[in-house]
């Protein structure tokens, strides 16, 4: 049996680097490259604790730059893809749009292209795309998601994301590449970027700060566990079906409004405050634009066909979450203050 190279993209990101210690840990036969341009949201200190694993191996490289890809795919003899790395922000897609068509589409179509070529014969690797359920587009209350829901992306975020899934797609049929994709909730847990919302509310009420709140907060969203998420991506990748999608969920609905208020209560009690006190730190702006109403996902087929399902409910993990980050404030410190930015230079030489 060949063995195995895997090219881990985003790999320094929230979702990638849980994936990466995942195989690094679980599978020391296999090579991982974490190939990751270090943007703000990629942090080399989310794998500290595997950077010295003989089979582990990272690459600065930016997906746009179609020679650095080639190099890295020649010098660790790459046999198989699992794409992460994305621009992944709503609100920053809907001021520079270009920039998530660039990564999103343009450097999964590099990537495309680069696989195919040094591949050659592609029957015997895969590239396995990891997408959003937001290019389904928004649901009303009742109903859910599934894999073969009719693609609706509302932002630009969301059409670059759909239109990546449509190239793979497109690749699997013309080229006869192996391919799959999973469409995940929204995910939460240890290591993610503080502006998305619960690790937002988590840093914001431990310093008093405002608590900002689209809307009314009745935007509706399931939530997955981020380690939760990297076990399905393994699965997949092991036992998937070719060609196949599969829709990975948290079976965790919840209101933004109630998540952040369970926040502010779970936090009360862990800093010792008074009940109540943080949610007057809740203040409500004005709501983003085209903000899909609800998003839910039926996961029952990865649940039929693999036998995954989510390990924690959300009032579980919520507390995990909370834990970590209470934990490692340093963590937190040196990513708001952007000083996590300076460990590459300091551990790989610039």
């Known amino acids: 049996m060949m063995k195995k190279n895997i090219l881990i993209t985003g790999g320094a990101g929230f979702i990638g680097c849980h994936v990466v210690k995942l195989f690094v840990e679980k599978y020391p036969d296999y090579n991982i490259i974490?190939?990751?341009?270090?943007t703000y949201a990629g942090n080399l200190e989310n794998l500290r604790e595997i950077e010295a694993s003989p089979n582990y191996f990272f690459e600065k490289v930016n997906l746009l730059d179609v020679p650095e890809l080639e190099a890295v795919f020649a010098k660790h003899a790459i046999t198989d893809v699992i794409h992460l790395a994305a621009?992944?922000?709503?609100?920053?897609?809907?001021?520079?749009?270009?920039?998530?068509?660039?990564?999103?589409?343009?450097?999964?179509?590099?990537?495309?292209?680069?696989?195919?070529?040094?591949?050659?014969?592609?029957?015997?690797?895969l590239f396995y795309h990891i997408s959003t359920d937001e290019v389904y587009g928004s649901l009303e209350d009742g109903g859910f998601f599934t894999e073969t829901t009719p693609y609706d992306p509302q932002s630009p975020y969301s059409a670059s994301?759909?239109?990546?899934?449509?190239?793979?797609?497109?690749?699997?049929?013309?080229?006869?590449?192996?391919?799959?994709?999973?469409?995940?909730?929204?995910n939460y847990g240890p290591n993610q970027?503080?502006?998305?919302?619960?690790?937002?509310?988590?840093?914001?009420?431990?310093?008093?700060?405002p608590l900002p709140v689209y809307g009314k907060g009745e935007n509706i969203r399931d939530w997955l566990y981020v380690v939760d998420h990297a076990k399905a991506i393994d699965l997949?990748?092991?036992?998937?079906?070719?060609?196949?999608?599969?829709?990975?969920?948290?079976?965790?609905?919840?209101?933004?409004?109630?998540?952040?208020?369970?926040?502010?209560?779970?936090?009360?009690?862990?800093?010792?405050?008074?009940?109540g006190t943080s949610e007057k730190l809740i203040t409500y702006v004005k709501d983003r634009a085209g903000h899909d109403h609800r998003y839910a996902i039926d996961a029952?087929?990865?649940?039929?066909?693999?036998?995954?399902?989510?390990?924690?409910?959300?009032?579980?993990?919520?507390?995990?979450?909370?834990?970590w980050y209470l934990e490692n404030e340093d963590w937190?410190?040196?990513?708001?203050?952007?000083?996590?930015q300076?460990?590459?230079?300091?551990?790989y030489g610039g």
């Open 87 to 125: 621009e992944s922000h709503v609100d920053r897609s809907i001021s520079d749009p270009l920039a998530f068509v660039k990564t999103n589409v343009i450097g999964t179509v590099n990537l495309l292209n680069v696989a195919k070529a040094y591949w050659g014969d592609l029957e015997n690797h």
């Open 300 to 323: 029952s087929k990865i649940q039929k066909e693999l036998g995954w399902e989510p390990s924690l409910q959300f009032e579980e993990g919520i507390e995990k979450t909370i834990d």
């Open 342 to 347: 300076k460990y590459y230079e300091e551990h």
């Open 161 to 186: 994301k759909a239109s990546s899934d449509h190239f793979v797609r497109a690749y699997a049929n013309t080229y006869k590449m192996k391919t799959v994709i999973t469409n995940c909730s929204n």
């Open 193 to 209: 970027f503080p502006e998305k919302l619960i690790p937002l509310c988590i840093h914001n009420i431990k310093n008093n700060k």
């Open 332 to 340: 937190l410190n040196n990513v708001t203050s952007g000083n996590y």
């Open 34 to 38: 974490n190939l990751d341009c270090l």
């Open 236 to 275: 997949v990748f092991h036992q998937g079906k070719m060609g196949e999608t599969y829709n990975i969920g948290g079976f965790n609905e919840w209101k933004n409004i109630d998540i952040v208020q369970l926040l502010c209560q779970k936090m009360d009690a862990k800093l010792g405050r008074e009940s």
